[in-house]
């Protein structure tokens, strides 16, 4: 198994290569092969993120600062509490948990278990049988009337990276039939929230109106202490998305987190291009220095969202809305550190981020005296 590991992350290698080669913005390819080789010894495997961290171009900074992919992972594994990930990774149980404590989130319309959905402000009246299509129009029909936008999104209660997400609005003809029947086969198979649409802030609406523009930010906290916040970035839909995950082919740019402001350069990831904007392809707005709003109370409700949860690094989703931020969700385990690596140009220059590997090398030295 292990070799078979070595093996995928070697073809990844040689399927990078294309594009790199490519790239006018890369090294010589001596410099880059040199690089790679360097990298992969001292982090003892396959260094893939040489390519995936952009460390190939000329501008990339001191390849050494930045984190491999098992950097990236087992520290996540070892410090993060299995309550933290039970609480993030259910939509419904994080959006009721954190609501409780008094932080807002998307309106909470109605959420579903297959054939049975609830209505979030009365539980007693529910829709059975959602897999009839006469029932589901009704359904979609009630839940639409309870918006306060006219559109709604739907996500599985449990799902990562805007998988399955989908926003349904109802215009003057209605929901067609065929697209009924597409919700009652797939609504009814699975279980879902049902959030009203977020307006963002003319702010982020300007940059691409058609995606809800979210910022990320993580956060470390240790066993008995309280969390600190290590970097964030701005995700940004391309226009006509209206989904702004990296994953799903938008950008990103990195926040500096003393003034709120974004910094120089957007970034596509490398599947999807790898490429560089000073400014949005589809709106022209440039992003040195253009100042998030609210962004005081932004971390303000990370931290103290974080500041409820056991010991975990958690990347923490926050929309902003005209009066303020709104919490999304947030992501335990595998929640994209490479992203903030990239932005923070190099995590091991990240202060906070010495904390982390300083808890793991312990949790490690712990775990072996009790063997």
Same mark, same amino acid.
């Given at each position: 198994?292990?070799?078979?590991?070595?093996? /995928?992350? *070697?073809?990844?290698?040689?399927?990078?290569?294309?594009?790199?080669?490519?790239?006018?913005?890369? +090294?010589? $390819?001596?410099?880059?092969? &040199?690089?790679? *080789?360097?990298? !992969?010894?001292?982090?003892?495997?396959?260094?893939?993120?040489?390519?995936?961290?952009?460390?190939?171009?000329?501008?990339?900074?001191?390849?050494?600062?930045?984190?491999?992919?098992?950097?990236?992972?087992?520290?996540?594994?070892? *410090?993060?509490?299995?309550?933290?990930?039970?609480?993030?990774?259910?939509?419904?149980?994080?959006?009721?948990?954190?609501?409780? &404590?008094?932080?807002?989130? =998307?309106?909470? /319309?109605?959420?579903?278990?297959?054939?049975?959905?609830?209505?979030?402000?009365?539980?007693?009246?529910?829709?059975?049988?959602?897999?009839?299509?006469?029932?589901?129009?009704?359904?979609?029909?009630?839940?639409?009337?309870?918006? &306060?936008?006219? @559109?709604?999104?739907?996500?599985?209660?449990?799902?990562?990276?805007?998988?399955?997400?989908?926003?349904?609005?109802?215009?003057?003809?209605?929901?067609?039939?065929?697209?009924?029947?597409?919700?009652?086969?797939?609504? !009814?198979?699975?279980?879902?929230?049902?959030?009203?649409?977020?307006?963002?802030?003319?702010?982020? !609406?300007?940059?691409?109106?058609?995606?809800?523009?979210?910022?990320?930010?993580?956060?470390?906290?240790?066993?008995? !202490?309280? =969390?600190?916040?290590? @970097?964030?970035?701005?995700?940004?839909?391309?226009?006509?998305?209206?989904?702004?995950?990296? @994953?799903?082919?938008?950008?990103?740019?990195? $926040?500096?987190?003393?003034?709120?402001?974004?910094?120089?350069?957007?970034?596509?990831?490398?599947?999807?291009? &790898?490429?560089?904007?000073?400014?949005?392809?589809? @709106?022209? /707005?440039?992003? +040195?220095?253009?100042?998030?709003?609210?962004?005081?109370?932004?971390?303000?409700?990370?931290?103290?969202?974080?500041?409820?949860? =056991?010991?975990?690094?958690?990347?923490?989703?926050?929309? $902003?809305?005209?009066?303020?931020?709104?919490?999304?969700?947030?992501?335990?385990?595998?929640?994209?550190?490479?992203?903030?690596?990239?932005?923070?140009?190099?995590?091991?220059?990240? =202060?906070?981020?010495?904390?982390?590997?300083?808890?793991?090398?312990?949790?490690?030295?712990?775990?072996?005296?009790?063997?």
């Amino acid at each position: 198994m292990k070799s078979e590991g070595w093996k /995928i992350r *070697l073809r990844r290698v040689l399927s990078y290569m294309g594009r790199v080669t490519k790239d006018k913005k890369r +090294k010589s $390819i001596p410099r880059i092969m &040199a690089e790679f *080789l360097a990298a !992969s010894i001292r982090t003892k495997g396959v260094a893939t993120h040489y390519f995936t961290s952009f460390l190939y171009r000329k501008d990339a900074g001191d390849y050494r600062d930045h984190l491999s992919q098992k950097e990236m992972r087992r520290p996540q594994v070892v *410090l993060c509490e299995k309550n933290a990930i039970d609480i993030l990774h259910n939509k419904l149980l994080c959006q009721l948990y954190f609501e409780k &404590a008094g932080f807002r989130f =998307p309106r909470l /319309i109605a959420y579903n278990f297959q054939e049975v959905l609830y209505f979030a402000d009365d539980a007693r009246n529910r829709l059975t049988d959602l897999a009839d299509p006469e029932r589901m129009r009704e359904a979609i029909r009630v839940v639409v009337a309870k918006s &306060a936008t006219g @559109s709604i999104f739907i996500k599985p209660i449990n799902s990562a990276c805007g998988v399955g997400a989908r926003k349904i609005s109802i215009g003057a003809e209605g929901l067609s039939g065929e697209l009924l029947t597409e919700l009652a086969r797939s609504i !009814s198979s699975g279980s879902y929230v049902f959030q009203d649409e977020v307006i963002q802030h003319g702010v982020l !609406s300007s940059l691409n109106a058609s995606s809800l523009n979210t910022i990320r930010i993580d956060t470390f906290k240790n066993a008995s !202490s309280n =969390p600190e916040m290590l @970097s964030g970035y701005l995700r940004i839909g391309g226009a006509g998305s209206y989904v702004d995950n990296v @994953s799903a082919g938008g950008m990103y740019v990195g $926040i500096d987190m003393e003034t709120g402001t974004l910094k120089e350069k957007a970034r596509r990831n490398l599947k999807s291009g &790898a490429d560089i904007y000073f400014s949005h392809p589809a @709106s022209g /707005i440039v992003f +040195k220095g253009l100042a998030l709003p609210y962004f005081a109370d932004v971390k303000t409700l990370v931290l103290g969202a974080a500041s409820l949860l =056991p010991a975990a690094m958690i990347g923490w989703d926050v929309a $902003i809305a005209a009066d303020g931020p709104i919490l999304m969700e947030g992501n335990a385990i595998f929640y994209g550190v490479q992203t903030h690596d990239i932005v923070h140009e190099g995590y091991r220059k990240n =202060p906070v981020y010495q904390k982390v590997l300083s808890a793991y090398k312990n949790a490690k030295k712990t775990a072996r005296k009790r063997m």
